[in-house]
C-alpha cells in the first residue's frame, strides 16, 4: 500500500498553514481567550472553548483570511482569482457568521455558502477553519491541564472528533487533536469514543509494511482511532501533519465498516 495519499505538496502548504497559525497565535494577547471552567458542563462533555469568552478581532481574522490566500496562490497561482472573488464577499458581519460556523463545524452552511456564491466547495470552509484555529489553539494552550476529556464528546477543548493517538515515553497512549493540539492519555485498550476497554470486542488493524500505526477498531461503537508509535521518529510531526499523513489508515479503517465519529453522524448530518 503506498504509505501516503496526500501529496507532498499539500503536506508542504499545510507545513506553512502550520506555521503561519503558530505565528498568529504568539501575536494575540492571551487575555483574549477566558475560559469558563464550568465543572459540570465539562463533566457533560461541553468543550472548553465552547463556554470561553472568546473576543475575537474581526479585522486581525480577515487579515489571516488574506494572507492564508496569498500562501494559497503562492503556489497555485490558477486559484487567485477564485480566492478574489470569495474575499470579496467577505465583510464584517459575514466573518462573525464564518467564526461561528467554523467553530460548531458547519459544513452544511459552507457548502451552501460556496453553493450560493458559484465558489469551489472547499474554499469557505478550509479558510475559516483555518483562520479560527489560532484562537482554538490559544484556548488548548489555557486550559490543557484542567480540561477534562469524556468518552463520546470527542476533543474537551474543541470537540473534535478523536481519532488520533501517538504512543509516547513508555508506550503510554496519548490522543492528540490536530485541530487545536489538546491532548489527553488513555488506556492503551480503550475506545476513544465510547470508552469500552472490554479486549474482546477491541481488534487492531495494521497495514503491511508499517510495524508504527495501527488503527484501534471498537466493536461496540464502530468507532476507530489511529495509533501511530511516533517514538522511533526522527522528528516528531505536528499532530495536524500526523493526521493528514496517516489518512490512509482512515480509509482502511473506514473501509472495513468503522467511524471516526461514531454515533455523531445523525447530528452532523
Ligand atoms: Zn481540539
Ligand atoms: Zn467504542
Redesign the pocket.
Known amino acids: 500500500m503506498k504509505k501516503s495519499v496526500v501529496s507532498k505538496e499539500y503536506q508542504n502548504l499545510q507545513k506553512e498553514i502550520a506555521k503561519l497559525q503558530e505565528q498568529w497565535k504568539k501575536s494575540l494577547n492571551p487575555d483574549v481567550v477566558k475560559p469558563n471552567l464550568d465543572q459540570a458542563a465539562m463533566s457533560a462533555g461541553v468543550p472548553v472553548a465552547a463556554l470561553a469568552a472568546i473576543d475575537f478581532d474581526i479585522s486581525l481574522f480577515l487579515q489571516w483570511i488574506d494572507e492564508l490566500s496569498k500562501l494559497i496562490v503562492d503556489q497555485h497561482q490558477e486559484l487567485e482569482e477564485k480566492l478574489g472573488e470569495v474575499r470579496s464577499l467577505l465583510n464584517e458581519e459575514t466573518a462573525i457568521r464564518w467564526i461561528d460556523e467554523a467553530f460548531s463545524l458547519n459544513s452544511i452552511y459552507f457548502a451552501r455558502f460556496a453553493e450560493e456564491n458559484g465558489i469551489d466547495e472547499w474554499i469557505p470552509q478550509f479558510l475559516a477553519e483555518n483562520a479560527l484555529r489560532p484562537y482554538l489553539q490559544l484556548t488548548a494552550d489555557k486550559v490543557q491541564d484542567v480540561a477534562k476529556a469524556v468518552h463520546g464528546a470527542g476533543c474537551p477543548v474543541c470537540g473534535e472528533p478523536a481519532r488520533l493517538a501517538q504512543l509516547e515515553g513508555e508506550g503510554k497512549k496519548v490522543i492528540h487533536c490536530p485541530r487545536c493540539h489538546a491532548h489527553w492519555p488513555e488506556k492503551r485498550i480503550q ?6 476497554d472490554d479486549h474482546k470486542t477491541i481488534q487492531f488493524i495494521t497495514v503491511e509494511g508499517e510495524a508504527s500505526s495501527q488503527v484501534l477498531c ?1 466493536e ?4 476507530y482511532t489511529k495509533v501511530i508509535d511516533t517514538r522511533q521518529f526522527i522528528s516528531r510531526p505536528s499532530s495536524a501533519i500526523l493526521d493528514l499523513t496517516s489518512i490512509h489508515l482512515d480509509f482502511v479503517a473506514q473501509e472495513n465498516g468503522y467511524q471516526a465519529a ?1 454515533g455523531n453522524l445523525e447530528t452532523n448530518n
Open positions: 475506545c476513544s469514543h465510547c470508552g469500552n471498537c461496540k461503537c464502530k468507532g461514531p
